[in-house]
């Protein structure tokens, strides 16, 4: 399943996982998510309800790309730098192009739409 992501006038795009979290990512879209910025490596923000960890494991080590779930905060999460192994992460699935790095380049906090891609 791919979504677009908008962040003001930039759009990117990502492939989510096969994972109940991710499906239940999918049934919440579209949403409008604000996102504080975290030591420069990632972008959080809350979702309107939790994700299923069904098959998760205890937390994950991110890449730097990747777009995460931080389940003790309800959290969707944008990956633009190292962020090592933390328990409660789990990866929904991966930005594409050069995403990662345009987010990187917004200081600060962002507002994020997260849509199914071809909506």
Do not use: C, W
Not at 9 to 33: C, G, K, Y
Not at 35 to 50: A, I
Not at 79 to 86: I, K, L, R
């Amino acid at each position: 399943m791919k979504v677009q992501i908008t962040i003001g006038n930039q759009h990117f795009q990502a492939t989510l996982a096969e994972s109940a979290a991710a499906r239940d990512l999918v049934a919440q879209l579209p949403v409008t998510i604000d996102m504080t910025d975290h030591g420069g490596v990632e972008k959080t923000g809350p979702l309107p309800s939790p994700l299923s960890l069904d098959g998760q494991p205890e937390g994950a080590d991110p890449d730097v790309g990747d777009v995460g779930y931080y389940a003790p905060g309800n959290d969707l999460v944008l990956y633009n730098g190292d962020q090592s192994y933390y328990p409660g992460i789990v990866i929904l699935g991966r930005s594409e192009g050069d995403a990662a790095q345009r987010i990187a380049e917004r200081d600060g906090s962002i507002t994020a739409t997260v849509e199914v891609h071809g909506d």
